[in-house]
């Protein structure tokens, strides 16, 4: 079992960063993909950023491509996502969450722990 914690969401201008961090329990972590996914009101939940379960590959959507990115520290137990340049349209509920399979993967259904989400919001 795992659990998930988000931190670091807020309100920001347009332009600006901010640094979502997920801390895990579990001595498991370090053997998980995770992933990052948002959801804004009223749209559906979407991909935003993953990591493989050593970090060395990446992947994104193309709505954040080049603005943000993931990264992961297994001896803190924590996955990071820079966000940088963001824009109105990035606000919405962050989610972070784990894949015990260690898959690379974009749908939200592979993932098996979530977290309970963190709110950004961009003003513009």
């Known amino acids: 079992q795992v659990q998930l914690l988000e931190s670091g969401g807020g309100l920001v201008q347009a332009g600006g960063s901010l640094r979502l961090s997920c801390a895990a329990s579990?001595?498991?972590?370090?053997?998980?993909?995770m992933g990052w996914f948002r959801q804004a009101p009223g749209k559906e939940r979407e991909f935003v950023a993953g990591?493989?379960?050593?970090?060395?590959?990446?992947y994104y959507a193309d709505s954040v491509k080049g603005r943000f990115t993931i990264s992961r520290d297994n001896a803190k137990n924590t996955v990071y996502l820079q966000m940088n340049s963001l824009n109105p349209e990035d606000t919405a509920v962050y989610y972070c969450?784990?894949?015990?399979?260690?898959?690379?993967?974009?749908?939200?259904?592979?993932?098996?722990?979530w977290g309970q989400g963190t709110q950004v919001t961009v003003s513009s």
């Open positions: 969450a784990a894949d015990r399979l260690g898959a690379t993967t974009v749908l939200a259904s592979d993932y098996n722990y």
């Open positions: 579990g001595r498991t972590f370090s053997s998980y993909s």
């Open positions: 990591i493989s379960w050593r970090g060395g590959s990446t």
